[in-house]
């Protein structure tokens, strides 16, 4: 999943901060979700640097990371449900997603 190369280096694609401005700024909205195992690209993680992380958190937003079966859902027309706890002082814990078609 993490397709690294020789090098031992990531290589799996993440979100650019542009995108990400003009989705959490502009568009207002309240998460963002992936397939892949971080927001940031995987050769940006595999030297540590999780700044697009980062510009989430700080934007007081949360992140749905490995999920599953986006292409069943459509582009409009779905109600998107995420339910998980939020342990204290925690990072981050394992969200139940669901999607209702409408």
């Known amino acids: ?15 650019s901060l542009p995108v990400l401005k003009y989705l959490y700024e502009e568009r207002k909205i309240m998460a963002s979700d992936h397939e892949t195992t971080d927001t940031d690209p995987g050769i940006a993680t595999s030297k540590g640097d999780y700044s697009l ?34 342990p204290k002082n925690g990072s981050g814990f394992s969200a139940r997603v669901f999607a209702i078609l409408l």
């Open 1 to 15: 999943m993490a397709n690294k190369d020789a090098s031992g280096i990531d290589h799996y694609p993440g979100w």
């Open 53 to 86: 992380e980062r510009y989430i958190w700080q934007q007081n937003r949360f992140q749905i990371e490995l999920l599953t079966n986006l292409d069943k859902v459509p582009e409009a027309g779905a109600l998107v449900v995420v339910t998980f706890p939020k």
